[in-house]
C-alpha cells in the first residue's frame, strides 16, 4: 500500500490550492480516503472523508463550505481542493484510507505541507 501527497505550497491568505493523493497497491475504490492535518505543535484534526464511490462527502466544521474533497477511482486518486484559505490552515495534510466513515485510518502517507501566509 503506497499514498503519496502532492500539491502542498505557500500560498497567500484568500488563494486557494488543489491536493493530490495517489494510491497503489490496493483496490482504490473499495475503501473510504480521509485527509488529515497537523498544524505546528498540534494534534491531528481530521478534515474530511468520502465513501469508496465518491457519493457521500464529510467535512470538520473548520473548512466546510471551504474545502471539497473527490476522488477518481479510475486514476486511484484523491484530491483536496482549497478555496479561501487562512493562516490557520497552515498544517501538513495527510491522506489516510479506512474501511468505513470513522473507522481506523490504517495506512497514511507523508504528508504535504501546505503554509497559508501572506
Not at 17 to 43: D, E, H, I
Amino acid at each position: 500500500v503506497q499514498l503519496v501527497e502532492s500539491g502542498g505550497g505557500l500560498v497567500q491568505p484568500g488563494r486557494s490550492l488543489r491536493l493530490s493523493c495517489a494510491a497503489s497497491g490496493f483496490t482504490f475504490s473499495t475503501y473510504y480516503m480521509n485527509w488529515v492535518r497537523q498544524a505546528p505543535g498540534k494534534g491531528l484534526e481530521w478534515v474530511s472523508s468520502i465513501d469508496s464511490d465518491g457519493s457521500n462527502t464529510y467535512y470538520a466544521d473548520s473548512v466546510k463550505g471551504r474545502f471539497t474533497i473527490s476522488r477518481d477511482n479510475a486514476k486511484n486518486t484523491l484530491y483536496l481542493q482549497m478555496n479561501s484559505l487562512k493562516s490557520e490552515d497552515t498544517a501538513v495534510y495527510y491522506c489516510a484510507r479506512s474501511l468505513l466513515l470513522g473507522s481506523h485510518l490504517d495506512y497514511w502517507g507523508q504528508g504535504t505541507q501546505v503554509t497559508v501566509s501572506s
